[in-house]
């Protein structure tokens, strides 16, 4: 028999990746959905009653833990990359960018180049102000942001955390430890590094690396966790608390959920959670977007919906998600 024989855990569809905010003044969130990796959608979640808008896609990467939706849910700021022979010699829009847009589009509104993917994105602090995360609030001229009061400020130096960790501390995510751990860089790094402090040019470091058969050196850089970051989110109609860790594993991020209080099997494997305005705990899980409702000790976990079939398809913003 073959080893990746039909139904094996080898020969299984890799599901896409959900990532999900939450309007902080109406039932509305935004998703993002990932897959293939270098695709994209937005999609606009009613939690009212649970339908959902598809939008458009983007032939890039979303940076979602630097996205927000703004109080009301109407627009949604997020960081994206699109590296190509265009965008790289590109000096106006660059190949990295934060921009405001109206979900489930993401036909920019407001747009600010940043040329590179070091911080970037922002948060709505009110509806109609924006901080950005970038060092220069000097939007595209051809998408200039009107009537938002826009203020330029690296929240933190950093990737996701930048934004993340503001983010995630305004809607009710208590911080009980932070994160402990070291980055280790490879010897094949070291190596480089102690060539660049020696003043080297390029094609010197590069007839050293060629004497020294540096490319025989490991590469393996990146964070080891001593101890996981931990959060804590008490539902908002009370009696439970949602419990967040993180582990930095090199460059991966991996989160964990579990109730505090009890224990809800369906949470294992959940890429993301939180609580949605309806005091339920909503959460991604194998491309699928699932909420658990408790009536006295009991809770009924139900599916919402299985975004695992879409394909990318072309999509024009209607005019009222390109006006401001």
């Known amino acids: 028999m073959s080893r990746l024989a039909s139904g094996s855990k080898a020969s299984r569809p890799v599901p896409c990746r959900l990532h999900f905010l939450l309007a902080r003044e109406a039932p509305v969130g935004v998703l993002f959905r990932r897959g293939p990796s270098r695709w994209v959608r937005l999609i606009r979640w009613n939690v009212a009653d649970d339908t959902f808008d598809l939008g458009q896609w983007f032939k890039g990467r979303i940076y979602e833990k630097r996205s927000d939706l703004s109080p009301d849910g109407t627009k949604v700021i997020y960081f994206a990359q699109k590296i190509n022979r265009r965008t790289l010699t590109d000096p106006g829009f660059t190949y990295a960018w934060t921009a405001i847009s109206r979900p489930p589009f993401l036909t920019a509104l407001g747009l600010w180049p940043k040329g590179d993917c070091w911080n970037g994105g922002g948060l709505f602090e009110t509806n109609a102000r924006v901080l950005l995360n970038h060092a220069d609030a000097s939007p595209h001229e051809s998408h200039p942001a009107k009537g938002l009061d826009v203020i330029s400020a690296v929240v933190a130096l950093g990737e996701d955390n930048s934004v993340l960790d503001r983010r995630l501390s305004r809607d009710g995510w208590r911080l009980v430890q932070p994160w402990q751990g070291r980055f280790i860089e490879s010897p094949y790094a070291l190596a480089h590094q102690e060539m660049m402090e020696r003043g080297l040019s390029v094609e010197e470091m590069m007839k050293e690396s060629f004497r020294r058969n540096l490319h025989e050196l490991s590469t393996d850089s990146g964070h080891i966790t001593d101890a996981p970051e931990i959060r804590e989110k008490a539902r908002p109609i009370g009696g439970d608390t949602l419990v967040m860790t993180l582990h930095l594993d090199k460059f991966a991020r991996r989160y964990k959920f579990r109730l ?4 809800l099997p369906a949470l294992n494997g959940a890429e993301w959670a939180d609580w949605d305005q309806r005091g339920r705990l ?11 409702e408790k009536a006295g000790e009991r ?9 695992n079939a879409q394909k990318p398809e072309a999509m024009v913003a209607p005019a009222w998600a390109t006006e401001w």
């Open 260 to 263: 505090r209080e009890t224990r």
């Open 282 to 292: 909503a959460f991604a899980r194998d491309g699928k977007l699932v909420v658990a």
């Open 299 to 307: 809770w009924t976990v139900r599916g919402l919906a299985d975004f």
